[in-house]
């Protein structure tokens, strides 16, 4: 169940761009040349504002699994 609540929450995020944008500016740092650190542990808060529950484990999951699949089809 907490992973189709990881799927879930990115599809909102993928579907409102206001709320995508309160996500980057919440869960993001900026690095050198742009690039964007994401802190899990602000994503899990930022998602449980909106009534999403996950761990950021279960956060990894998602993420590992969508590189895989990404790097298997090419």
């Not at 802190?39 to 590189?67: N, P």
Request: proline share 3%; net charge negative; charged share 20%.
């Amino acid at each position: 169940m907490p992973l189709e609540q990881v799927n879930a929450f990115y599809e909102l995020l993928m579907s409102e761009p206001a709320i995508y944008e309160q996500y980057y500016k919440n869960c993001c740092s900026q690095g050198f040349f742009g690039s964007c650190h994401w802190d899990k542990t602000k994503i899990v808060s930022f998602a449980a504002t909106l009534g999403y529950s996950f761990s950021e484990r279960e956060l990894d999951q998602i993420w590992f699994e969508s590189e895989s699949s990404l790097s298997a089809s090419r």
